[in-house]
Every structure is written in C-alpha cells, then in structure tokens.
C-alpha cells in the first residue's frame, strides 16, 4: 500500500503533463509567412508614416473618382508637387521641433521677412542672389535663434513666445515693404537653381524638398543630436539627468527651422521676382497640419520626417483635387481641418491599442518602434510569471516557439 501510494502521484502528474502537451499539440499554428505578414502590417501601424501614407491614399482614390480626366494626370502632379515642396520645407523644421517638444508660430513672419532681406540685397545693394540668399538664410537662423533663447533663458513656453516674435517680424514686414509688393531682377541661372524646371516639368522646389527631407531624416534617426531631440522631447528633465544638453538642443532646433524657412522664403524669391507684406502669412499653421498629418505627437518626442514630407503632398493634393473638382473654396479649410483632428485621433489612439500588442510568435523582431511598443506586454507577462507556481513556469519554458 504505502508503494502505492508513491506511485499514484507519478502518475498523475504524467498524465496531466500529457493531457497538458495533447493541448498544446492541437492548438492552432500560424505558419512562417503568415507570421510574418501579421508581424510586418503591425509594425507598420506603429510608424508615424501609416496615417499620411493612408490619407494620401485615399485622397487620390477619392479624387480620381471625381474628376477622373484632370486629377489623375502629369500636370495634377506638378501642380501638387509645387504646393508640397515649399511648404514642406518649411514643415520640416517645424516637425523637427515638435518632436522636440516645442512649437514655432513665427515660421511664416521668419520667411516673409527673409524674403525681403534677399530681394533688398539684391536690389538696392546689387548683391547676386548667390550672395544674398545665405545672407538672407543667416538672418532666419538668427531669428529662430532669438526665439530658442528667450525659451530657454526665460523658460516661458514657446507657443507664446513664438506667437509674440510672428506679430513683430509680420510688423517689421509690412513696415519695411510699406505695404506693397517690391520686384527685382533675378538671374536666370539662379532662378533655376532655386526654383527652375526639372526632367518632367517638375520644378527644382520638388528636389530641394526631397534633398533636405533625407538630410534631416539621416540626422534624426542617425546620429546623436537626433537621439538628444527625442529624449529632449519625451521627458526634458530625464533628458538633462542622462547628460543631454537641452538648452542647447531647443535653440539649434529654433534655429534649424527658421533656417528652413528662410530657404523656402529664398525659393520663392526667385520663383516669384518679388516680395510682398503677406508672405509667408499663415504658412505656421499649415505647417504644423503638415506636421500633425505625417504622425507627429503634439506632446513631442514621437514623429517622422518622412511622415511630414508624405503630409505635405497630402496637403497639395488636397488643395489642388479641389480646384479640379471645382469644390467651393472654404472646402479646403473645413476638409484640411477634418484630416488634421481625425490625424491626431488616429495617432494617438492607434498608437496607444496597439502599443499594447504582442509581436506575433516566432518572428524575430528586429524593429526598434516594435521592440518599444511591447514594452508594456513584456513587463507584464514577466509579472504574471512570478505569481505562477513552479510547475506552471517549467511548463511554459517546455512550450515550443510558433514557427
């Protein structure tokens, strides 16, 4: 009797372990291709790019339907380029500096008063536009500068700040223009330099666009300082106890995108020979629609230049699909204005279900964003594994991976 009662919980546990690898055995596997299709689409949906690559999608399915003989054509293009380049390049530095964690409303004043600066120098100085376009950029970086420094020596937030330096270089504008257009002669190799015609009809706008889209893309995700802007605008205080320098990050990205808003500014120059008070007048918060389209987080540390860039083509295929469908003009605000709020529910509550997913089993992840995203799982599921017995935590070390 006492031998048996020592074999009776041997077998027992053999049989439950049985029973336990039987279930195992009969759940459902994904195969290897299926996993990884599965794995790769919600990837896609972390990225910041997934919300302007979906509007713009759809954008030109729904306005080819409409106007199925003038938008879906070469000069449709052109035309959508020529509004995107420009305006994303402003977009740009501003999404740079909303992943940063701060805002810049004096983008549009800095490259209306740029553009003076260069038609001036070129028409009462008798600079070349070779010499008084870097003038003219120097000068935007000066004023972005001025900006980053009241933030960060005042610690006042920098919508108000920037809000307040848009009201007094749109004054400086309209004081020095005295209100009227001012025209000059631009060379015709630096106007097509700037904003000439390229192989296609495209104009030169459209390869500056990309140009800096891919420098500034390699310094975020690439080097140091692009790690130091993201940090600086998850935590700025977590930041500055990891040693980056936040003081001096907020002002060079204050200074990057005036930077890039003089150079917008400098384009238009020599696309239009002439400067007027308004330049420039409401291109800040179209930008930052831009911005809000390609995945940036308005609370910072989260965003995509190429999202940004995907944005800004959205933007001009909204403006231009509107024309050709011979929309009533207001329709370009109200329908920007619907695709900017449902961008920021988008990128805020997708972001958030599916930060809370699992990478499907065996795929190997290799994804930054996706390694981050489960963060959250993994602390969780390695929670629940300690308030497990012994015996359940050897059966999950036993269980075989999905392959």
């Not at 009969?26 to 990837?43: I, M």
Request: glycine share 12%.
């Amino acid at each position: 009797m006492a031998g048996r009662s020592h074999v009776r919980p041997l077998i027992d546990a053999l049989m439950t372990r049985l029973v336990r690898k039987t279930e195992r055995n009969t759940t459902p596997k994904l195969s290897p291709l299926s996993v990884a299709y599965g794995e790769a689409g919600r990837r896609f949906l972390l990225r910041p790019e997934a919300t302007a690559l979906a509007a713009l999608v759809v954008l030109f399915v729904v306005f080819t339907i409409l106007s199925p003989h003038l938008f879906p054509t070469k000069l449709t293009y052109i035309s959508v380029m020529s509004v995107a380049a420009e305006l994303g390049i402003v977009s740009i530095g501003v999404t740079l500096l909303m992943i940063g964690g701060h805002f810049d409303l004096s983008v549009g004043a800095v490259l209306g008063v740029t553009s003076y600066v260069s038609v001036m120098l070129m028409r009462d100085f008798g600079l070349q536009p070779i010499v008084a376009g870097p003038i003219a950029v120097a000068v935007g970086a000066c004023l972005g500068a001025i900006n980053g420094v009241i933030v960060v020596r005042f610690r006042i937030h920098s919508f108000v700040v920037t809000l307040g330096t848009m009201l007094i270089w749109r004054g400086v504008n309209i004081a020095l223009t005295g209100g009227f257009p001012m025209t000059v002669e631009i060379p015709p190799v630096f106007k097509d330099i700037m904003s000439g015609r390229l192989l296609g009809g495209f104009r030169m706008s459209m390869l500056w666009f990309f140009v800096i889209g891919v420098v500034v893309t390699f310094l975020l995700v690439r080097t140091r300082f692009g790690n130091w802007i993201q940090a600086t605008g998850q935590n700025k205080e977590a930041a500055r106890n990891l040693g980056v320098p936040v003081d001096r990050v907020t002002i060079t990205l204050f200074t990057i995108a005036s930077s890039l808003a003089a150079v917008a500014g400098v384009i238009q120059v020599a696309r239009f020979s002439s400067v007027d008070a308004l330049r420039g007048e409401g291109i800040e918060l179209q930008a930052v629609a831009v911005t809000v389209i390609g995945g940036t987080i308005l609370s910072g540390g989260f965003g995509s230049i190429i999202g940004t860039m995907l944005g800004a083509i959205t933007f001009g295929m909204i403006q231009v699909g509107l024309v050709l469908a011979g929309a009533p003009g207001h329709f370009f605000r109200t329908l920007t204005g619907l695709i900017v709020v449902g961008a920021v529910i988008l990128n805020t509550d997708v972001a958030r279900r599916l930060a809370r997913s699992k990478p499907l089993g065996g795929f190997d992840r290799s994804s930054k964003d996706a390694d981050a995203a489960i963060i959250t799982d993994r602390d969780s599921d390695e929670g629940n594994d300690k308030n497990k017995s012994p015996g359940d935590r050897t059966e999950n070390a036993d269980a075989e991976p999905i392959t």
